[in-house]
């Protein structure tokens, strides 16, 4: 397997024991590929907080780095402040700051006191100072929210300026897009660690719906491929290595400064396409 720097694993919080029996085992089966750290993700307007706190602790009484994502919609100063403190307390270094997205059936009025990211990445040097390595979203495809392709920049140039440390994509199947976006930030002054994110493909289903949510174009020939395949999940998971596989070595032949892998709390898809990175 080859070694790769800043190569991470993003997990969510499981809802039962048996969920988090499974993302633990998965954990065991992806540390041995030397991550740099595993984040956690963090529901809509803090939907899943206390089970990000009791994965985070977890990992950090294993000795592994955690890396917590910290939504700011629906947060007050206070709560913010809250929520760094115990982080502090814990050990924690490392952040994935993030706008979020309202809580469904939210109203606009249920923001709270950060409305953008930058404006969280601001808050937390003022609490914090560097403290914590702050890592933000990034969109080589262009937020689907964005008015634009210009608009998205600025947008994540602001979150650069107020002080991000590095970058983690959504996922894309088109490596030209990320090369694109990363040569359009340098070009902006933007020097900080853009990591594409990739997502293994076991489940097209899955994969279609997570994609339309997010606004991650999935190529209309590997849609075709992925339908003709029907039901036939072991042909699915074949194909998926493949592609995933050909993007990774681009991407890192191509001087991608590492890699963050969407594993959905399963180890087998992501530990195949590292074993056969060269």
Partial sequence: ????????????????????????????????????????????????????????????????????????????REEMAALLARYREKGVKRLVALRGDLPSGAGSSALGDFHYANELVSYIREDSGDHFQLEVAAYPEVHPQ???ARADLENFKRKVDAGADGAITQYFF?????????????GLGMEIPIIPGIMPVTNYSQLA??????????????????????????SIRAFGEEVVTRLCQELVDGGAPGLHFYTMNRAPATLKVLGNLT
Wanted: aromatic letters at 12%; proline letters at 4%.
């Fill in 209 to 234: 719906r997570f994609s339309d949510a997010c606004g991650a174009d999935i190529p209309r020939w590997m849609r075709k491929r992925l339908e003709g395949f029907g039901d036939d999940l072991e």
């Fill in 146 to 148: 964005a008015r634009n």
């Fill in 1 to 76: 397997m080859r070694k790769l720097n800043n190569l991470s694993f993003e997990l969510f919080p499981p809802k039962t024991e048996q969920g988090m029996e499974n993302m633990q085992a998965a954990v065991a089966d992806l540390a041995t590929a030397g991550p740099d750290y595993f984040s956690v993700t963090f529901g809509a307007g803090g939907s899943t907080r206390d089970r990000t706190f009791a994965t985070v602790d977890w990992l950090k009484g294993e000795g592994i780095d955690a890396a917590p994502h910290i939504s700011c919609i629906g947060a007050s």
């Fill in 174 to 186: 088109n490596a030209e897009a990320y090369f694109r976006f990363v040569k359009e930030c340098q």
